[in-house]
T-cell receptor
Framework: GESVGLHLPTLSVQEGDNSIINCAYS??????FIWYKQESGKGPQFIID?????DKRQGQRVTVLLNKTVKHLSLQIAATQPGDSAVYFC??????????FGAGTTVTVRA | DTEVTQTPKHLVMGMTNKKSLKCEQH?????MYWYKQKAKKPPELMFV???????INESVPSRFSPECPNSSLLNLHLHALQPEDSALYLC?????????????FGPGTRLTVL
């Protein structure tokens, strides 16, 4: 699979490989995190969430990992498909109850 | 059903026009949000309504005027906009206004100000 250790704005991945998208969050008091997928011309679509009392959560083909020590969040996509091509945003809910988005990573799946 | 609907899908308006964006959800959510998204950028929060009352205004210019007629509807009234206001306007809703619940987004209205 392909992964990036630091947040990068783009990720190109071969179809069928695993993808890892990374995100650093800013507020150590944040207790809720969400990954959204936004396809071209559409609104952000909820993928998976995790609360701060967990370090891993799995969904269908997706896994979110939370490392509170280094304030790092990652989204793993198994067996990446062409339909996974989109912009992926991490978002944190901070202590003022506002949803703050990261810069986003554009994932392109190569056939 | 986690659907938030927005109308219109596209809107072109002049700087002297008055128009409105509409958002609707039937999930029983009591918090609704307006976001603005410029190309290749993340959404930026504009307004939050909680239990039909405005709870957050992120210092948005007065040419944008939100309205929440009831718990299912959210409007954004536009007047005397500037070309730099051209963007995708997203509506979202969540269970309540505490912010710790998932926000579900609509497809957005693509606004162009001439």
């Amino acid at each position: 699979g392909e992964s990036v250790g630091l947040h990068l704005p783009t990720l190109s991945v071969q179809e069928g490989d695993n993808s890892i998208i990374n995100c650093a969050y800013s507020n150590s008091a944040s207790d809720y995190f969400i990954w959204y997928k936004q396809e071209s011309g559409k609104g952000p679509q909820f993928i998976i969430d995790i609360r701060s009392n967990m370090d891993k959560r799995q969904g269908q083909r997706v896994t979110v990992l939370l490392n509170k020590t280094v304030k790092h969040l990652s989204l793993q996509i198994a067996a990446t498909q062409p339909g996974d091509s989109a912009v992926y945003f991490c978002a944190e809910v901070s202590n003022d109850y506002k949803l703050s988005f990261g810069a986003g990573t554009t994932v392109t799946v190569r056939a | 059903d986690t659907e938030v609907t927005q109308t219109p899908k596209h809107l072109v308006m002049g700087m002297t026009n008055k128009k409105s964006l509409k958002c609707e959800q039937h999930m029983g959510h009591r918090a609704m949000y307006w976001y603005k998204q410029k190309a290749k950028k993340p959404p930026e929060l504009m307004f939050v309504y909680s239990y039909e009352k405005l709870s957050i205004n992120e210092s948005v210019p007065s040419r944008f005027s939100p309205e929440c007629p009831n718990s299912s509807l959210l409007n954004l009234h536009l007047h005397a906009l500037q070309p730099e206001d051209s963007a995708l306007y997203l509506c979202a809703s969540s269970q309540d206004g505490a912010g710790v619940d998932t926000q579900y987004f609509g497809p957005g209205t693509r606004l162009t100000v001439l």
